[in-house]
C-alpha cells in the first residue's frame, strides 16, 4: 500500500501469511504450501521460490535473513527443525 496515497500497490494470495522478512530489496515470505519465497517489493512477483525440501513453516512462520541464507523454524509433518537453506 502506498503510505501516500493509500492506494494498494499489488496484492499477493499467500493463504494467510502474516510474518515476512526483508532481504536486500526483496521480501521473503511464506506462500500457500508454507514454502519460502523471494517477491519484488516493487511489484509483487515471484522472483524465487526457495529450495526448501520436504519443509514448510510452521503457523509462527519463525525466520531470518542473513547473507543470502535463510534460518528457519519449520515443520516436516512429524516435528519441528531448525532449517537453513540458501536464498
Known amino acids: 500500500m502506498s503510505a501516500a496515497s493509500g492506494e494498494v500497490i499489488f496484492k499477493l494470495d499467500t493463504g494467510g501469511t502474516e510474518h515476512f522478512a526483508w532481504c536486500e530489496d526483496k521480501i521473503l515470505l511464506a506462500d ?13 512477483s515471484i522472483l524465487k521460490e526457495v529450495e526448501f525440501g520436504k519443509f514448510r513453516f510452521g503457523s509462527d512462520q519463525i525466520m531470518l535473513a542473513s547473507k543470502g541464507r535463510l534460518y528457519a523454524v519449520a515443520n516436516d509433518g512429524v516435528a519441528m527443525h531448525a532449517v537453513c537453506a540458501d536464498l
Open 32 to 44: 500457500r504450501r508454507g514454502k519460502p519465497v523471494l517477491i519484488s517489493a516493487d511489484d509483487g
